[in-house]
């Protein structure tokens, strides 16, 4: 016991402690709660609204009842946004998920990814103006994290639309591409479409989300699920929104005259690699992304316009950029009259112990 607590001791003298900051920056992280944000897009009836469904509520929404009908999803006609707050082993995750409408109803399509990089827009102008206003500490993070972009099955590659589209959405979001019903491929007609799309966004410039590479020192099998993960892209999926039967086990999946596909089944469709790679290992990296490099252009833009208004407006000599204000309206009133208050009070106590109204003055 003695030889013990001399050990003790040593180790004691060898660590100062901040060994233990992973653990103090896990807690405070477990305790804040995490969020992330998924959009859909692509052309209309491409089964966007359903694997979605499939994607989160299989997992999420377990007795639902709505699992087990065999529900119809209607058409989605506008920007919708869902929220689910979920939490496992005591890790609290707040789930956003963006459905829009397909394009492809409309005669002209040009510009229809409108409405969508808008929407990006404004959830960063968002985020920046809570940035800079008074009550910095509860920003509510709406930007979107990731962009599931769907490609048809029929045809034989990206469509100019589909180009178009993605590099609409590649500054400012992680496009991922999926191709969508690929029940409707046999397997070799699925290696062949993909490495057709991989070869046209090679061609086209088009900047989707890249895995990061892995660490040298990860162990082999890592490495291994990394290197099938970068193989699989753009992932082939497979939607459902009706609970089957097959082999004496309920699955998810579609019923077809001549079998059953599963949506759950690794050898029919990647679902499973997509939403491991969404919730399991790539979470964080598209949160980073989204925040380091899509959100960092859109905040050097929007200062790089102020600045240049500021310059051009003789009268202002100051090169700072300086925010417009908005009219503040009775919610920043209320921050103000409080941060006011605060300080009212934090100034009579050091005039109470200082005994000198003009050094508090100061203080403000
Ligand atoms: N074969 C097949 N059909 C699917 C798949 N996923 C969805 N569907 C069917 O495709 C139709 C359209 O699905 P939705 O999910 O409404 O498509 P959407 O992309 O959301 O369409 P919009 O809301 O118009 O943009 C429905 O009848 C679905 O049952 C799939 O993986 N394979
Ligand atoms: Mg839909």
Request: proline letters at 5%.
């Amino acid at each position: 016991q003695v030889c013990l607590h001399i050990s003790m001791d040593k180790i004691e003298k060898q660590y100062v402690g901040f060994a233990t900051l992973p653990n103090q920056v896990h807690r405070k992280s477990v305790k804040k709660g995490f969020d992330f944000t998924l959009m859909v897009a692509g052309e209309s009836g491409l089964g966007k609204s359903t694997l979605v469904n499939s994607l989160f509520l299989t997992d999420l929404y377990k007795d639902r009842k709505l699992l087990n009908a065999e529900e119809r999803i209607n058409q989605t006609v506008e920007i919708i946004k869902h929220t689910v707050d979920i939490e496992e082993k005591g890790v609290k995750l707040k789930l956003t998920i963006v459905d829009t409408p397909g394009f492809g109803d409309a005669v002209n399509n040009a510009e229809c990814w409108k409405p969508i990089t808008d929407y990006i827009d404004q959830q960063f102008e968002q985020y920046f103006r809570d940035e800079s206003g008074l009550n910095r500490k509860n920003i509510q993070d709406n930007r979107v994290h990731c962009c599931l972009y769907f490609i048809p099955p029929f045809g034989h590659g990206l469509r100019p639309v589909d180009v178009e589209f993605m590099k609409a959405l590649h500054e400012k979001v992680n496009v991922v591409p999926l191709i969508s019903k690929a029940d409707c491929l046999t397997p070799s007609e699925v290696k062949k479409l993909k490495d057709r799309v991989r070869e046209e966004i090679d061609k086209f410039g088009i900047k989707i989300y890249q895995f990061p590479d892995c660490d040298s020192d990860e162990d082999e099998e890592f490495k291994q699920q990394d290197k099938e993960l970068k193989e699989s892209t753009p992932f082939a999926v497979i939607g459902s929104n009706t609970v089957v039967e097959a082999k004496g086990q309920r699955v998810r999946g579609r019923l077809y005259p001549w079998g059953i596909v599963e949506v759950e089944n690794q050898s029919h469709c990647d679902f499973v690699k997509l939403r491991n790679m969404l919730i399991r290992t790539h979470m964080h990296d598209l949160k980073d992304v989204t925040c380091d490099v899509h959100y960092e252009n859109y905040r050097a833009q929007c200062i790089q316009q102020m600045t240049s208004k500021l310059t051009q407006d003789s009268r202002i000599e100051s090169p700072i950029p300086i925010l417009p204000l908005p009219t503040p309206d009775a919610e920043t009133e209320k921050l103000i009259k409080m941060k006011d208050q605060e300080q009212d009070k934090r100034g009579a106590a050091t005039e109470g112990s200082r005994h000198s109204p003009s050094l508090n003055q100061e203080n403000r």
